[in-house]
């Protein structure tokens, strides 16, 4: 179970990967705006659904406990050729990392969730989640040209793919595609050799989300299990009021914090 304090004001929580969602106190729920567990294993009872929002999610994952052999057969043909292609054609530099003082990759980031129409994580929320993480980057002629952000429940041997990126220029479309499937490839292998983890998580499908279709056919091209777990929000009794009495413009200002 991993929890991270994504803003301290107004309050909020978030508890990834919990076996089961439980209620917070009744001092922690008029103390924090929001609690958040984010893909509960266990579905959450009836008492709960009575007082908290829950909702499925499904996800795709990777047994990293698998050989390396099992885990490259498992990937569609297409993927692996264009994994090998990028590997042997295209000048690339993949590193990981924990930290970016200079928050380059948080630049680029929101420049592509600007462009394709993504929610936009604030500077504040990056960091906190940054502590909690890994980024790997890959570079070309020293340039990021592709990066990914995992969460790492190291209790439990689980890595959550949380943001992905990469160069949106059109003239480049084909060779970010290639080193995005080279840089996945290498995340599953460093996850599983260096780090020890036993489940690689794609961050969720939407499998009935037309525009997302071919997201998921992305994800789908490295194997995995489909799964469904669970999201449980508890909301402050301020929480209504604040949307409703406090303007939009203040609110924006203070989570982007």
């Known amino acids: 179970m991993l929890e991270v304090r994504v803003r301290s004001f107004p309050r909020t929580k978030v508890v990834w990967f919990a076996e089961r969602a439980v209620p917070p106190s009744r001092l922690e729920r008029l103390a924090s705006y929001q609690v958040l567990f984010h893909q509960v294993q266990e579905k959450p009872s009836a008492e709960v659904e009575e007082n908290a929002t829950v909702s499925a999610f499904t996800t795709?994952?990777?047994?990293?406990?698998?050989?390396?052999?099992?885990l490259w057969?498992?990937?569609?043909?297409?993927?692996?050729?264009?994994?090998?292609?990028?590997?042997?054609?295209?000048?690339?530099?993949?590193?990981?990392?924990?930290?970016?003082?200079?928050?380059?990759?948080f630049d680029f980031l929101v420049n592509f969730c600007a462009k394709k129409n993504l929610p936009v994580p604030s500077r504040s929320s990056f960091k906190k989640q940054f502590h909690h993480g890994i980024?790997?980057?890959?570079?070309?002629?020293?340039?990021?040209?592709?990066?990914?952000?995992?969460?790492?429940?190291?209790?439990?041997?689980?890595?959550r793919l949380l943001w992905s990126a990469r160069a949106l220029e059109p003239e480049v479309k084909d060779r970010t595609v290639r080193l995005n499937k080279l840089l996945h490839w290498t995340d599953l292998l460093y996850f599983k050799n260096q780090l020890g983890m036993l489940t690689y998580d794609w961050?969720?499908?939407?499998?009935?989300?037309?525009?997302?279709?071919?997201?998921?056919?992305?994800?789908?091209?490295?194997?995995?299990?489909?799964?469904?777990?669970?999201?449980?929000?508890?909301?402050?009794?301020?929480?209504?009021?604040?949307?409703?009495?406090?303007?939009?413009?203040?609110?924006?200002?203070?989570?982007?914090?």
């Open 135 to 159: 980024m790997s980057c890959c570079h070309l002629n020293g340039e990021i040209d592709v990066l990914h952000f995992h969460l790492l429940d190291r209790e439990s041997g689980r890595a």
């Open 60 to 70: 795709l994952v990777n047994d990293l406990t698998s050989n390396e052999d099992e």
């Open 73 to 105: 057969q498992a990937l569609r043909k297409s993927t692996r050729q264009e994994i090998q292609a990028a590997g042997s054609k295209l000048p690339h530099q993949i590193d990981f990392f924990y930290e970016d003082p200079e928050l380059r990759s």
């Open 203 to 257: 961050g969720g499908v939407s499998l009935t989300g037309e525009t997302l279709r071919g997201v998921d056919h992305f994800k789908q091209g490295f194997g995995g299990t489909m799964i469904t777990e669970w999201d449980v929000t508890w909301r402050s009794p301020w929480y209504s009021p604040l949307q409703t009495r406090v303007p939009q413009s203040v609110l924006r200002r203070i989570r982007a914090r």
